[in-house]
């Protein structure tokens, strides 16, 4: 295949499937208040829905980056869509939070093996010189999907419910679904080589009891999860230190670009996707404003990461792109900073300053940083490259929704939310904010690191 027309057709469905799963995540966000009234979910439980997503999107990043590796990048690719696709119709049959919570696991399920293996393809098809303009512009089609989707998810919510949202997921789902069938080109390097099943189930049990047992820190039983998770991921460690084929080359972390990079990946993650998720109960508890209004509102983030990621793509092509991601984690710590302090007489004015300020960050950092992280490796190590750095950042959004859950169950208890508990649902946003700045504000210093 011609490489001009390669590229080309990589760009295309990346610039898709970067479009959907953002759109599918954020516009659900919009929608949670619906949930809740309809299956009478508690505060904790609508957590969880954004949790679980990412929590098996954790556990099965690096598997399936390795399976594609193995037995082919583009096709363990396209099954994920297609998995994708099918849940994301089935959901909107859901009669209960429960079977709502399992359909969103098959989504993750197809969500991981698609998202493990697209910064790979773009990395083989692409020169150095060349990647940060790509992924500034699948980047683009990510922020494109956080600001399209609050603001029709808040509209359909609003006008006609929720389950149309996922009958939308669905067409756009089968559109990627047909674009990936024209795309011909497959690598497999890895070819002949076999999954390290006993180092995947450690790393996903490991990783289990870490999160779950932090996200549940009031329960007696959490630290013993915790240890159990330390435990195994111990175990894993020694398992790959000693397998033929591990499903971790540890080399690779003796590169601090790739060490640092993935651990602000970790950190800004953290921030990103909790802020948009204490702003969506924020706004609308709080606020009182429609999902539409607060959609519209939340989307000033997305708008800034359209905008300032394409020029981020293009300037690490031209500079260090580890100088760009440190820029965006900066504004980052500032733009959230900024949020700790809106009440409800400055929330009009200070709130959209630090939506653009913090929109501004991530979009600054997000293509910057994955060219760090994916050209501080051999392209032999590209796919599972692809997988660390995508469950880095899952790793990194459950671990600040884990603080905004510890924080919310602690102060909220397993309660639904309602007007005689605002006061405590306020002043539980307003902590997770503050831990969140503090948690970015470091995130400057481990990318300073990287060098």
């Known amino acids: 295949m011609d490489k001009k027309y390669l590229k080309r057709d990589i760009l295309i469905v990346g610039i898709l499937v970067s479009f959907l799963t953002p759109f599918v995540r954020s516009s659900i966000n919009l929608a949670l208040p619906a949930l809740a009234v309809e299956f009478d979910l508690s ?20 598997p399936f980056g390795r399976i594609g590796d193995i037995y082919g990048r583009k096709r363990i690719f396209q099954y994920g869509l297609i998995i994708f696709t099918i849940s994301s119709f089935i959901s909107a049959f859901s009669i209960s939070g429960e079977m709502f919570l399992f359909f969103r696991i098959l989504q993750a399920i197809g969500n991981a093996m698609i998202f493990a293996n697209l910064n790979a393809m773009i990395s083989s098809a692409f020169p150095e010189n060349e990647r940060g303009r790509a ?50 080109h497959d690598w497999i390097d890895a070819e ?13 049990i490991s990783l289990i009891a870490i999160i779950y047992g932090f996200s549940n820190l009031t329960h007696k039983y959490s630290l013993f999860l915790l240890i159990g998770g330390i435990i195994a991921l111990s175990l894993f460690y020694l398992v790959q230190k000693r397998v033929s084929f591990p499903l ?22 953290g921030a990103f996707v909790s802020v948009g998720f204490i702003l969506s109960l924020y706004l609308q508890y709080l606020k009182g404003y429609s999902p539409l209004t607060a959609g519209l509102i939340v989307s000033i983030q997305s708008i800034m990461m359209v905008i300032v990621s394409p020029f981020a793509g293009r300037l690490s092509d031209k500079i260090d ?35 653009i300020i913090f929109g501004a960050g991530i979009g600054l950092f ?19 490259a692809s997988a660390t750095l995508s469950n880095i950042r899952s790793m990194g959004q459950i671990f600040g929704m884990g603080i905004v859950l510890l924080i919310m169950s602690t102060i909220l208890g397993n309660a639904q939310i309602m007007p005689s508990n605002y006061s405590q649902l306020i002043i539980s946003l307003r902590l997770s904010l503050v831990a969140l700045a503090v948690l970015s504000a470091i995130g400057i210093f481990t990318s300073i690191l990287k060098d």
Do not use: C, Q
């Open 321 to 355: 792109p580890g100088n760009v991601s440190t820029a965006g984690m900066v504004l980052t710590t500032i733009g959230v900073a900024l949020m700790t302090l809106i009440n409800f007489e400055n929330a009009p004015y200070l709130g959209i300053i630090s939506l």
């Open 43 to 62: 505060g904790v439980f609508l957590t969880w829905i954004s949790t679980v997503y990412l929590l098996v999107n954790a556990i099965l990043y690096i």
């Open 248 to 269: 971790i080359n540890l080399d690779l972390f003796k590169s601090r670009s790739f060490t640092f990079g993935n651990i602000t990946a970790f950190i800004n993650y």
């Open 135 to 184: 992924f500034g512009i699948t980047s683009m089609s990510v922020f494109v999907g956080l600001i399209i989707g609050p603001i029709l998810g808040g509209a359909i919510t609003e006008i006609v419910g929720w389950r149309t949202l996922f009958y939308l997921d669905t067409i756009i789902g089968i559109i990627a679904a047909y674009a990936i069938t024209r795309f011909k």
């Open 366 to 384: 997000y293509s910057s940083n994955t060219k760090v992280v994916m050209s501080s490796v051999d392209k032999n190590y590209f796919g599972i």
């Open 192 to 204: 002949g080589e076999k999954l390290d099943i006993l180092g995947s189930f450690l790393l996903g």
